[in-house]
């Protein structure tokens, strides 16, 4: 068996805030096989993105950031400064999930890029240039040369998110955090973008963790699934045992909620309530409150994830008795 | 590039130029006493007023004068002055690059105390060495010019020696030394503005996704700083910095009193006490004119280091 690209273990993040400590990330663990891209799902405020920014040690102060992030045998979380240089942008590139707000907005596009190639790649003058143009024309910007000289700000939203894409993989990175890539896009382009990184997946054999809310672009891409909710990882599976066979109650909710899931024909059920408060956790599952299948038992304490079957782990006291669906991922792609 | 833009600019002056003439001309009027009298003291005969005044124009009704003010203008004169004798525009063109010089150096100076300082204050933010700075500056800028103007001059140049007094000199070399004092007190009172806006400002820009984002690439902190921290910073900060360019022409007026330096800013205190009409209306003029210029020049550079800025 060939080892994890990337050891997460007892990963927390918390954040101080005026109402008190935001416990965003509560305890992930998970591994990344190389090559293997990983989906990661979870509503609005499950610490998605949060969990993603930590893998490279992004929170500053007063952000805490505990745990093991062992990639190349080193654990990132305590790497110092400069070794932790290398491995972002390097061999760890992160696509942010607004790209408007995430590029200068005072640098061209053709420099924002240029300086990923000079400090990862050596390249610089003409040589950046050519590159970075090829980049450019690797994600589908037309007439990517003229392109270079642009600003942020004249760029289409799509675009932008293909520059993004570009400056993460000057570096040809051996792993891709996308946080969202193509939430904020119609559907055309989102398809498009997705193509493009599965494609840039096999040429460049990278590992990708694929952040999203959309079931429907974890089933269309990813190998693996982990979905998140409150703060930890309540479910990973692969894709297709995922799709026929939840085993969290939360999971065959966001399933319910897809269009086009669940048993045919049965009306759209929207998960009821919201999201938990991170900074005031009640004992059990931050999912009980919300949840059909709640008994007592789900409200003693916290239900850690286990192994419930070969490669599939859950942290639901009523995994066994969720009803299997007939959908398979490419139903429930769009 | 932005040529039109440039040119309707400058039209612009054209009817700031008319408001300040019409407003220079009756505040000049308007202050009690007069050049013949301030000239002859009061031992002059009546008679002898009256001739000075007829041969000066200053007999003609206001409103006269004005006209002829106007008219001298359009032709690319700003009269002679009354006291010196010699055309206000060869005055100006002597004594304006002194104060230019001092201007820029004390800019150049307030620039450059700021820019590290702010830096410092915003990295360090909420800790002693932001509450120093931060303190320093307040201070600094709640004391008057000419109070620091005298201050410096006693202790670095009277008492410890190391500048001189006053003065100009003779080459660039020598305006440097002679000018570092009222520069620095110039560049001081520049510099505690600056730093406070820049400082918030690179908080602010410090809080930016992209600054996580060239984090995320791996940059330098050095390179984050300088390329994605600083000139986002400087955009808010380069308006206030030209905005206060007049002042600092303002302040140069009390500096180059103070350490007798012969700029316009003398020249016009001169103007002033004796009552030398012309020299003080051809003075207002061209600060009216300078002014304007740095405006312009402020939202070009503007344009240049924010590419959204749209110049209309
Ligand atoms: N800098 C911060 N300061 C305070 N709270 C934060 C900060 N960043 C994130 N949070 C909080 O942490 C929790 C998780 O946020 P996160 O951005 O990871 O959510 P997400 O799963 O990415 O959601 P989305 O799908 O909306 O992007 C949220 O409650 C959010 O409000
Ligand atoms: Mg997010």
């Keep these: ?334 | 590039m932005h040529t039109s833009y440039v040119l309707r600019r400058l039209l612009q002056i054209i009817p700031l130029f008319l408001a300040v003439m019409v407003l220079v001309f009756t505040l000049v009027h308007l202050i009690p006493g007069d050049p013949v009298s301030t000239l002859l003291g009061d031992r002059a005969t009546p008679d002898i007023v009256a001739r000075a005044n007829k041969e000066l124009g200053l007999d003609k009704p206001l409103l006269v004068q004005f006209g002829l003010f106007v008219n001298q203008l359009l032709h690319g004169n700003l009269g002679e002055s009354i006291n010196l004798k010699i055309p206000v525009l060869r005055l100006i063109g002597e004594r304006l690059p002194v104060t230019l010089f001092l201007t820029v150096y004390a800019a150049v100076l307030g620039v450059a105390m700021a820019v590290p300082l702010a830096m410092l204050a915003a990295v360090r933010r909420n800790t002693w060495v932001d509450a120093v700075i931060r303190a320093v500056f307040q201070v600094g800028l709640s004391l008057p010019v000419f109070y620091v103007a005298l201050q410096l001059l006693t202790l670095l140049g009277a008492r410890l020696g190391w500048f001189p007094i006053g003065g100009y000199g003779e080459n660039f070399g020598e305006h440097l030394f002679h000018l570092f004092l009222p520069a620095l007190t110039l560049g001081l009172n520049l510099a505690a503005i600056l730093v406070r806006t820049l400082r918030n400002s690179i908080i602010e820009v410090l809080t930016a996704e992209y600054v996580d984002f060239a984090r995320a690439k791996g940059l330098r902190g050095s390179v984050i700083m300088t390329r994605h921290v600083l000139r986002n910073a400087l955009i808010a900060t380069v308006t206030l910095l030209g905005l206060n360019i007049g002042a600092l022409i303002g302040g140069a007026v009390i500096t180059e009193t103070v350490f007798a330096i012969p700029g316009v800013g003398r020249l016009m205190v001169d103007a002033i006490f004796g009552r030398d009409y012309p020299v003080i209306q051809g003075l207002t003029l061209m600060f009216a004119l300078i002014v304007s210029l740095v405006f312009l020049a402020t939202d070009l550079i503007h344009a240049r280091l924010d590419p959204r800025a749209e110049l209309s």
Excluded: W
């Design chain 1, 1 to 334: 068996m060939t080892a994890p690209l990337l050891k997460v273990r007892d990963l927390n993040v918390r954040i101080p805030t005026p109402g008190g400590v935001l416990h965003a990330v509560r305890g992930v663990n998970f591994d990344l096989m190389p090559g293997e891209m990983l989906g990661l799902v979870g509503e609005s405020g499950s610490g998605k993105s949060v969990t993603l920014r930590s893998l490279i040690r992004l929170h500053r102060p007063p952000i805490q950031m505990t745990g093991t992030v062992e990639y190349g045998g080193k654990n990132l979380l305590d790497s110092s400064e400069s070794k932790l240089r290398d491995v972002r942008g390097g061999r760890i590139s992160m696509i942010f999930q607004e790209p408007m707000s995430a590029l200068n907005p005072v640098l061209t596009v053709g420099e924002q890029i240029g300086e990923n190639l000079r400090e990862h790649k050596g390249l610089r003058g003409k040589a950046a240039q050519d590159r970075a143009a090829e980049l450019l024309d690797l994600t589908g910007i037309p007439s990517p040369r003229a392109r270079l000289a642009d600003y942020p700000h004249q760029f289409s939203g799509g675009m932008r998110q293909r520059a993004m894409i570009a400056i993460a993989l000057a570096s040809e990175p051996q792993l891709l955090l996308a946080d969202e890539p193509t939430t904020a896009l119609d559907v055309t382009i989102q398809d498009q973008i997705l193509r493009l990184l599965l494609r840039l997946r096999e040429e460049m054999h990278m590992s990708v963790i694929l952040v999203t809310h959309d079931l429907g672009v974890v089933a269309q891409t990813c190998d693996r699934v982990a979905v998140m909710y409150g703060g930890r990882l309540v479910e990973t599976a692969g894709v297709n045992d995922l799709f026929h066979a939840p085993k969290h109650a939360y999971t065959l909710g966001l399933m319910r909620s897809l269009p086009g899931a669940g048993e045919h024909r049965r009306p759209l059920q929207p998960i009821p309530g919201g999201p938990p408060d991170l900074r005031s956790l009640p004992p059990g599952c931050p999912f009980a409150p919300r949840c059909e299948y709640v008994t007592d038992d789900c409200r003693v304490g916290e239900p850690p994830l286990l192994e419930v079957a070969p490669g599939r782990f859950s942290a639901c006291v009523h995994y066994s008795e969720l009803p299997a669906l007939k959908s398979t991922p490419e139903e429930v792609g769009v």
